[in-house]
């Protein structure tokens, strides 16, 4: 039998020291001058060290239009993690920041701020306007940089580029030029996307398409030389002023006789063709479509194969053409109205159907697309496709998670020549220059004249879609056209970090690109993220009023909470809802990390320098350990193995929540609590210190390996806190080494021991909770063991006694269950008892379980009489009778226990 009275009050008056951390952690003071003690020491900067294996990542770059977003929050969060992971793993790392100039987005935010001052674009000219826009973009790239720099990035800022500047937009033109010259860039007219609202071009990607109600007119065409009609139906009744033909499918039976034969276009009374066409649904509508191949990609398709003419009735502004007769200068909505109410009084229209139907918006200010015949750039798409396609199937660069492969591989498959000319003056003009002879030169410099003439030339007022420039990113920005170093040495790239919405806009793009000038991909990895949503999972807009700005969070809760919490919230592909119950518990675990250490660091005190304070070194054999000692040892080996793992897997959520758990229950309330025993005990003889020191070392090189561990994720708080540990052998954390798994730290038997006790204790509290016994109030514990497990809870019996104030603590074979005491079976032939005689009211705890258990029982009984009732099981749908069945359960679980708790009281 062992007894232990000790819940140890008395502290030894020489251990205690002045801590070394203040006694609150205050983000705001720390961060900023953690920020500036890594910029100052350029441990950001990439050394580009030959005999080291090279990281890179380049930023997706942000564009210039405003401030960042919770997405660019959790992007570069995941980003910097990584970065900061490989530095401490001595790869030569580089993390490339910039900033994109979002041609067609910055030039409408412009607009529009010139706009509130009174100030038209067109007033103030072309190079007025582009001042204007340089000025705005230096101001916000300035806001972007100190907004990661809040974030805690940690980005080789001396290579910091931006895609119009001076080098960037030599190696656009030449791009555009060698593409040109390859044949794989040409100008062309071609049915394009077109914004009447920012009067330029979109790609077939920058079209946001929304299922939306409209009207399905059905409109009759007169056959000519007949009294016969064909119907169509169309949801765009004034296009059909520039129809050129109704086509039908060659094997419909109902019009097979009439193809060939005219009709008569209603209100233009012009004749058009009767064509047959694949193209064709029979089982759509009347089975007959008109065809407007000025505007409508499948009718332009339609008209190229049986050459029809292209009329265009709707102009750039959105407005009706002189080719549509009486309705020119008409809006395109006023003209619908217009055209259907003639229709309707010539007896036309057949019938008028509420139709859904995916309408196309401008994905930058959501107006209704246009489809419009236009003279302008394109890349051609299939010979620059298929590498991209065969480095995916091939294992080249692999997606992360794997499944977003197929959505980048389908629309590759799939994918139509790319229009690349913008009508916009903000972004990289078009490298082309037009002579009234007729002369067409491209090239990387202004020519002086024409070539063919002499003549004056003029450049092509168009600039290149964004997404042209951003596709260079990765091998530009490292100096590319010229062979650099940093070219040479950090080209390719290892993982490209960025959001599924984007895989079509830039990876996509810059896979092809890089192929074709690198001739290797641009990264080996893409690591897709997923959206933050709010609490609903609705996306974060301003329309919702639902957008949470990320410095609001670092003002409050500190850079390190945000980053955990965006981290540990997500999982790759996945999108994540921010709650703001996530962030507390951030700022909880913060608050935990830094008063743990504070505990370590003032029970440390000037001891490292004390005779007898030996620092932990693993190599080393000289330290005694004591059970605890090697048990947390082991978690703090186990974790490592566990976090490498899961980064190298990609999965930063798991490995964030794995290191909580870690430090939160295993180091911070368990080894702590347990090291109190010896660092607190009152007998003042040579074993007490020995392992008193003892203990002080093993804290504070397991402190050390979770600050290590950390860093990472919360990178302020760990270096803030590190940079005080006694006996650093590195300068500064963010350049230390990362923790290593280590042989000498297996120790699987202490730790199962361990783990035994943890699991008795729990019992013990989880009984004192079933009586509402107050912690701190002592009471008895009985635990019924033998053999090895009971010696190792009576060598550790000191511990269970303190930790779950059990006094006295009684362990033996033998011991036999006392009358009114609650029992726990741990496992068999190791049972714990609670004597509650003398600790509470029996007689009033077995009246309050003898009411709970009646109202337990008609609860049950009601439940189960619904469940038998047939009418309920045949009405009820399939989830509300499983919600019942649940409920039952749940009841006659309650039921049997508080059926057992009675027996054991009375």
């Not at 205690?16 to 100052?40: H, I, N, T």
């Amino acid at each position: 039998m062992m007894k232990v009275y000790s819940t140890l009050t008395m502290f030894r008056g020489d251990i205690m020291s002045e801590p070394k951390l203040p006694p609150v952690y205050v983000p705001a003071v720390v961060e900023s001058a953690r920020y500036q003690f890594w910029l100052g020491k350029e441990y950001f900067i990439a050394a580009r060290n030959e005999e080291r294996t090279p990281y890179t990542i380049v930023i997706p770059p942000p564009n210039v239009t405003g401030s960042l977003h919770m997405g660019h929050a959790l992007n570069n969060t995941i980003q910097d993690i990584l970065i900061r992971w490989k530095r401490m793993q001595g790869l030569d790392t580089l993390w490339l920041p910039g900033c994109d100039h979002a041609g067609i987005a910055t030039q409408n935010v412009v607009e529009k701020h010139l706009a509130e001052e009174g100030v038209d674009k067109n007033d103030l000219g072309r190079d007025g306007f582009l001042e204007k826009v340089w000025e705005w973009k230096d101001t916000y790239q300035a806001r972007i940089t100190k907004q990661l720099y809040r974030l805690g990035v940690s980005c080789d800022w001396s290579r910091e580029r931006f895609t119009m500047d001076e080098g960037y937009s030599m190696a656009v033109r030449r791009v555009f030029v060698d593409l040109y010259r390859k044949g794989l860039i040409y100008r062309g007219d071609y049915l394009i996307n077109w914004c009447p609202r920012c009067h330029t071009a979109l790609s077939d990607i920058e079209v946001e398409h929304e299922e939306e109600i409209s009207s399905l007119t059905h409109i009759c065409y007169p056959l000519e030389d007949s009294s016969e009609t064909i119907t169509v139906a169309t949801t765009r009744p004034e296009t059909m002023l520039g129809d050129t033909a109704v086509a039908v499918h060659p094997e419909d039976s109902r019009y097979r006789k009439l193809v060939g034969r005219n009709v008569i276009l209603p209100l233009l009374n012009r004749l058009i063709p009767i064509v047959a066409d694949d193209y064709v649904d029979p089982a759509f509508g009347s089975g007959a479509v008109k065809v407007t191949p000025g505007h409508d990609i499948n009718d332009f398709a339609i008209g190229q194969r049986h050459n029809l003419e292209i009329i265009t009735v709707i102009d750039e502004d959105a407005k009706m053409t002189a080719a549509a007769g009486p309705y020119a200068g008409l809006d395109r909505y006023e003209c619908r109205k217009k055209v259907v109410a003639d229709l309707e009084a010539l007896g036309l229209v057949g019938a008028i159907r509420e139709h859904e139907h995916s309408l196309g918006h401008c994905q930058r200010c959501g107006a209704v697309v246009e489809p419009l015949i236009s003279r302008q750039w394109f890349v051609r798409m299939k010979p620059l496709a298929e590498p991209a396609l065969a480095a995916v199937e091939d294992g080249s660069t692999q997606f992360v998670p794997p499944r977003f492969a197929r959505t980048y591989q389908n629309w590759l498959e799939n994918i139509r020549d790319w229009c690349i000319s913008r009508q916009l003056w903000w972004g990289h003009r078009i490298p082309a220059w037009y002579c009234a002879c007729g002369q067409l030169i491209v090239d990387f410099e202004e020519p002086p004249g024409c070539s063919a003439c002499g003549g004056k030339l003029e450049q092509d007022p168009d600039v290149l879609d964004t997404w042209f420039s951003s596709a260079l990113w990765p091998f530009s920005t490292l100096g590319w056209p010229e062979k650099t170093a940093d070219l040479m040495h950090f080209y390719p790239t290892s993982v490209l970090v960025t959001a599924y919405d984007i895989i079509f806009f830039w990876v996509a793009r810059m896979m092809f690109m890089s192929l074709e000038f690198m001739g290797k991909v641009p990264f080996h990895t893409v690591y897709i993220t997923g959206l933050v949503r709010d609490p609903l999972g609705r996306k974060m807009s301003k329309s919702l009023g639902n957008g949470i700005d990320p410095l609001e969070i670092i003002e409050k809760y500190g850079a390190d909470t945000l980053r955990f919490t965006l981290v540990t919230g997500q999982a790759p592909g996945n999108d994540q809802r921010f709650r703001q119950e996530s962030v507390e518990a951030g700022r909880n675990f913060a608050n935990k990390i830094w008063n743990a250490s504070r505990f370590v660091l003032m029970n440390l005190g000037e001891q490292e320098e004390a005779a007898g304070f030996t620092p932990y070194n693993p190599k080393e054999t000289s330290l005694r350990l004591k059970r605890t000692d090697r048990w947390i040892l082991h978690r703090y080996n186990e974790t490592i193995r566990q976090t490498t793992g899961l980064l190298e897997a990609y999965e930063l959520g798991e490995a964030a929540r794995l290191i909580y758990e870690f430090v939160w229950s295993d180091f911070c309330d368990w080894y702590i609590e347990m090291s109190k025993y010896s660092l607190y005990l009152k007998e003042d003889t040579l074993d007490a210190t020995e392992d008193a020191n003892r203990t002080r070392a093993v804290l504070a090189y397991v402190l050390d390996g979770v600050m290590r561990l950390l860093h990472p994720f919360m990178p302020f708080i760990t270096e803030e806190i590190w940079q005080q540990l006694p006996n650093r052998q590195e300068e500064a954390l963010i350049v230390a080494s990362w923790p290593e798994h280590l042989q000498e730290h297996f120790f699987p038997q202490e730790a199962a021991e361990i783990q035994l006790v943890q699991e008795v204790t729990r019992a013990i509290r989880n009984l004192r909770s079933q009586v509402q016994l107050p912690p701190g109030k002592k009471a008895a514990v009985i635990v019924r063991a033998s053999g090895k497990t009971a010696g190792c809870l009576q060598e550790e019996g000191h511990h269970l006694a303190r930790l779950a104030f059990a006094e006295p603590l009684t362990i033996e074979s033998t011991a036999v269950k006392p009358q009114q005491s609650l029992t726990a079976i741990i496992s068999e032939g190791l049972e714990i008892f609670l004597p509650l005689e003398g600790v509470i009211d029996v007689k009033g705890e077995i009246e309050r379980l003898e009411k709970e258990l009646a109202q337990q029982q008609a609860d049950k009984q009601k439940t189960e009489g619904k469940l038998m009732s047939e009418g309920f099981i045949k009405k009820a749908p399939p989830e509300v009778v499983a919600k019942e069945e649940a409920r039952r359960e749940e009841q006659a679980a309650r039921v049997a226990w508080l059926e057992q708790r009675l027996q054991e009281l009375k």
